[in-house]
Structures are given as C-alpha cells and as structure tokens.
C-alpha cells in the first residue's frame, strides 16, 4: 500500500520536465511491437504500475521483454505468439486490450479477455469488435472473453460513434497488415493516436490523417521492428500547471509540446494564470486566487477528461462558482466526495460537478479511486491546513513515475510513503 503525505508549502518555483507517457503512450506502442518479428526498443518510459502489467501479458503472449537500462523497454517478438490475454492482466488494466489488433493482425486470431468496467466508469469495447468485424474477422463475445479470427483481414471503411482513443489504436493496428485500405471515420485525435500512427510508418506501415479525424491506413505485408522514443506525458504536464495554479508560483515546464496543453493552459488563463510557449517548453506564473470558470471535457483538441478531476480540485479554492461537466465517462465524480471531506463545497448531479469556491481546505486523509482522482487530491493537500494523506497511491503510480518528486522539485511539500 503506497500513501502519498502533502502539507501546504506556498507558491511553487522551477524548473521541471514531465516524464515519459508510459502509460498512455508508451504501452501502446509495446503493444503494437507484436506486429513486427524483431527487437524493438522504446525510450523515456520511465516505471509506472501499469507498465509491469503490459510487461507480464505481452510475456504471457511470449514475447521476451526486457529493461536494459533505466526508462528503456525492449520487445523481442521474433518468436511464435500465443495470441491471448488471460483475465488476471486484462482485468488490472484495460490499456491490455491494446493488444487485441496486433495479435488478430499477426496471429490470424486472438483472444482476449473483456475489460469490463473500472473506478471512472462503464467501459464499453462494442467500436473495437464492429470495426474489426467490417474487416472481415469474425467475432465472437463468450465466457468473458472476445474471440477474434480471420485468415486475412481486409482493408474496410469504419466510422465510429464516439472517436475513441482505444478503438482506433486497435484498428489502426489491425488495419496496418491487413488487404488494402481502411478508412477511420471520426477517428479519435490525441497525440498518443498521433504517436501510435507515426510509430507503425517507421516500422513499415502506410498510414496518413492521424491527428485528423479521417485516418486512412493502405495494409502492407510486413512490419520491422525500429527504436522509438515516447513522447512527453501531456497529462503530467497538465498536472503540474494545475498544481501552479491551485497552490501559486512560477514553474517552467521543460520538453512539453505547447499544444498538448492548450485548451488546459487557455482555462488557466481565463481563471487568472499567465502561461506562454518558451523555446523549449511552457512558463506558468498564478500571483493570486484564481476565479473559478465552467469546463466541459470533449475528446481532443477539447478539454481532456483526464484533466477534470485536476480542475475540480483547482475550483475548490478559486473565487466564484463553476459547473464542470463530464462527457466522456459515467462514474468519474467519485472523488469529489472525498474533496468535500477536506472542507471543498462541491456536490455532483448527474454529468455535472458545482463548485462554490472556498479560501482554504482543511488536510483529512482521504482515498484516491483513480489515477487522475488520486493527482487531484494530492494537488488539493498543496492549499489544505495540516496534513492530508491521499490512501490508495497505487492508483496515482499506475500513470505517474514520481509525481512526488516532480512536486518536491518545486517546493512542494510532498512524500510518498510505503507501508
Ligand atoms: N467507448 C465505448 N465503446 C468502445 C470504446 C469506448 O462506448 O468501443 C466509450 C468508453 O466507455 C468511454 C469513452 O468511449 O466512455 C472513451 O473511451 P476511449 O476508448 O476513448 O478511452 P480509452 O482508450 O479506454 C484512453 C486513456 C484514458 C483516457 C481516454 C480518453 C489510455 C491507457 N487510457 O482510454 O486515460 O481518459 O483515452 O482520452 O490511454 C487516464 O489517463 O486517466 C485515463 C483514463
């Protein structure tokens, strides 16, 4: 059991560089390694949890995984597969179902347990088995598992209802060996799909428009295996120029893509914070409280849905009141009871969050239930009286490598501590 202990520390100041995307990213990519019969390497993939878990199926996959060296991760999938994903790894970690088109495309089938749902809400994977199906395989759902077959898989045009970030990872990856062309429609389009995209052309593959929502993939016959280097985690990133602004203070944000953040720094902006590009990064300065203003999450270019816990947080304290509302997930408010237990005034209806800002919260020991709940309630400690001690840090250690130290770089007053 991992805790992470926050006191109030005053205004932030420094310089700091957001790791590696591990787990957004950088899983993604080790996944799509099984397309190609050679050694691959991917660098600035810093250990996070859920990185053992992608390390443990693409094994039992038989796949050699190695780290040869702190933050690189090397896939050998030269050898023959077994194309399954046993429930034990699906069920810690849904960034497993990843691995559904890279082994249907080499393997001619796979299968692969069902994700089911998790502490953010129901998680459906109904886009990744239509779009794989208009390809010509044929699926079957039973005993808890998708079973996935076909001999070749045929280029199809799909258009999804929702531009899921993992459905059109998953098709991108089957689409990349399959017989002539498929066509994305309302293709998701965050970065990571855009990383994922332009890793598969260096391995061989022909794909254009991701980035866009139309990403049309021309099959090839074969991959290589190539060295990558995973990009910066927006979301780390995100989380640190909330926590510059929850708790005041000049940060410069090092190897940060302005426009990863933009709509979140745009927000910060509207609430009081001045942030602009410099030559290798993000400058970020909040000399007073914020004021509190509406956010809607939409996938990208909107405001991530990652970052609204993170944006509650920073309302709790801001002057005014704000409606936050969720589009993309049903149940991702849980922690917004446990901000109210440290003094927040926040009460959910629905998709919406209102937040009546206050001047100060008060440290409790609360409970993190996700990854991006558990940032938020650390982030919150940074303005709290006393101590907060945020239970369940597993959670924040399934995306973040050390956000504890990357907070301490700053003068934050932050230790994770291990029982
Ligand atoms: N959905 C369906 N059917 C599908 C696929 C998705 O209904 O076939 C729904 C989901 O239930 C959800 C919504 O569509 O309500 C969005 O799901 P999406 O597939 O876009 O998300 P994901 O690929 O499962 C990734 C990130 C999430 C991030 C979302 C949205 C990884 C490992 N996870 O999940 O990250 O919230 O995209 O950007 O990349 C996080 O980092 O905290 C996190 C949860």
Same mark, same amino acid.
């Given at each position: 059991? &991992?805790?992470? #202990? $926050?006191?109030?520390?005053? /205004?932030?100041?420094? @310089? +700091?560089?957001? %790791? !590696? ?39 039992? &996959?038989?796949? #050699? $995984?190695?780290?040869?060296? /702190?933050?690189?991760? @090397? +896939?050998?999938? %030269? !050898? ?42 129901? #998680? ?296």
């Amino acid at each position: 059991m &991992t805790r992470f #202990r $926050v006191r109030a520390s005053g /205004p932030l100041a420094g @310089r +700091v560089q957001p %790791s !590696g995307a591990t787990k957004n990213a950088g899983l993604k990519q080790m996944a799509a390694a099984l397309l190609a019969p050679g050694v691959t390497t991917l660098r600035n993939v810093p250990t996070v949890r859920d990185l053992d878990v992608m390390i443990d199926l693409l094994r039992a &996959t038989g796949a #050699r $995984v190695d780290q040869p060296a /702190p933050d690189v991760v @090397r +896939v050998d999938a %030269s !050898g023959e597969l077994t194309p399954e994903a046993p429930y034990e790894l699906v069920a810690r970690m849904r960034a497993s179902f990843n691995v559904l088109g890279p082994l249907l495309a080499r393997c001619g089938q796979a299968r692969v347990a069902l994700p089911g749902g998790d502490n953010i809400g129901s #998680r459906k994977v109904d886009m990744h088995l239509r779009g794989l199906a208009a390809m010509g395989a044929e699926v079957e759902v039973a005993h808890g598992y998708v079973v996935a077959r076909a001999e070749l898989l045929h280029g199809a045009r799909t258009v999804l209802e929702f531009p899921s970030v993992g459905a059109t990872e998953n098709l991108m990856c089957a689409a990349v060996l399959a017989k002539g062309t498929t066509v994305i429609e309302n293709a998701a389009r965050e970065p990571e799909v855009t990383a994922l995209a332009t890793f598969l052309n260096r391995m061989g593959g022909h794909l254009l428009g991701a980035g866009t929502s139309t990403i049309e993939i021309e099959g090839v016959e074969e991959l290589h295996a190539v060295d990558s280097e995973i990009m910066a985690d927006r979301v780390e990133a995100g989380t640190l120029l909330m926590a510059c602004g929850i708790a005041g203070g000049e940060i410069e944000l090092v190897g940060v893509l302005p426009e990863h953040v933009e709509i979140v720094s745009m927000k910060l902006c509207e609430m009081g914070m001045r942030i602009s590009p410099t030559s290798d990064g993000l400058w970020a300065f909040a000399s007073r409280r914020l004021r509190a203003v509406d956010v809607a999450t939409l996938p990208h270019p909107g405001f991530a849905t990652d970052f609204m816990p993170l944006a509650v947080a920073v309302m709790t304290v801001s002057e005014g009141s704000a409606i936050v509302t969720e589009n993309v997930y049903d149940g991702r408010f849980q922690f917004v009871d446990e901000l109210a237990r440290m003094g927040a005034d926040v009460r959910t209806e629905g998709r919406h969050a209102i937040v009546r800002g206050v001047r100060r919260l008060s440290g409790a020991p609360v409970q993190a239930s996700d990854v991006r709940a558990g940032a938020a309630l650390v982030l919150a400690g940074l303005v709290a009286d006393g101590e907060t001690v945020v239970h369940g840090g597993e959670h924040i250690e399934r995306g973040y490598s050390d956000l504890a130290g990357r907070l301490r770089s700053l003068g934050a007053d932050v230790e994770r501590l291990d029982d």
